[in-house]
């Protein structure tokens, strides 16, 4: 979606305040004048941490996998080799090739609530990262 020029000072604007309007203003030093650490982080034993986007199609070596095929020397653990093995030469199937590939089709959300539950995980943080 595109602003036109014309709305671009408004939006702007509403954003703005939209930013200064809460608890905290955007400010480090706002922040830890405000901010207090919630208890269930303090008491925490064990945290689960996951991190899934479009590079979890070819699920090799690293996150940094959109970057790294696109090198071809020195990438980190090969990735770029891998993928042109694999996948072709990055300008004949890109990383915006995988994009369509990420159904996240078996992906169920209660399941992996229980599965934290039953892992004393107390910390969850799940992001889906189209890059």
Same mark, same amino acid.
């Given at each position: 979606?595109? &602003?036109?020029?014309?709305?671009?000072?408004?939006?702007?604007?509403?954003? %703005? +305040?939209?930013?200064?309007?809460?608890?905290?203003?955007?400010?480090?030093?706002? =922040?830890?004048?405000? #901010?207090?650490?919630?208890?269930? #982080?303090?008491?925490?034993?064990?945290?689960?941490?996951?991190? +899934?986007?479009? #590079?979890? &199609?070819?699920?090799?070596?690293?996150?940094?996998?959109? +970057?790294?095929?696109? =090198?071809?020397?020195?990438?980190? +653990?090969?990735?770029?080799?891998? %993928?042109? !093995?694999?996948?072709?030469?990055?300008? !004949?199937?890109? #990383?915006?090739?995988?994009?369509?590939?990420? !159904?996240?089709?078996?992906?169920?959300?209660?399941?992996?609530?229980?599965?934290? !539950?039953?892992?004393?995980?107390?910390?969850?943080?799940?992001?889906?990262?189209?890059?």
């Amino acid at each position: 979606m595109f &602003v036109a020029a014309a709305a671009a000072p408004a939006t702007l604007e509403s954003v %703005h +305040r939209g930013a200064t309007s809460g608890p905290f203003q955007p400010s480090w030093d706002a =922040i830890a004048a405000a #901010y207090q650490v919630p208890a269930w #982080y303090e008491d925490a034993k064990f945290g689960l941490f996951i991190h +899934r986007g479009v #590079y979890s &199609v070819p699920a090799f070596a690293t996150g940094w996998y959109p +970057r790294e095929m696109y =090198i071809p020397k020195g990438s980190r +653990r090969g990735i770029h080799e891998q %993928h042109v !093995k694999t996948w072709g030469p990055p300008d !004949k199937f890109g #990383y915006k090739d995988f994009i369509p590939m990420f !159904k996240a089709e078996k992906f169920d959300p209660a399941a992996w609530a229980r599965l934290f !539950k039953t892992s004393w995980g107390h910390i969850q943080n799940q992001q889906y990262k189209p890059r």
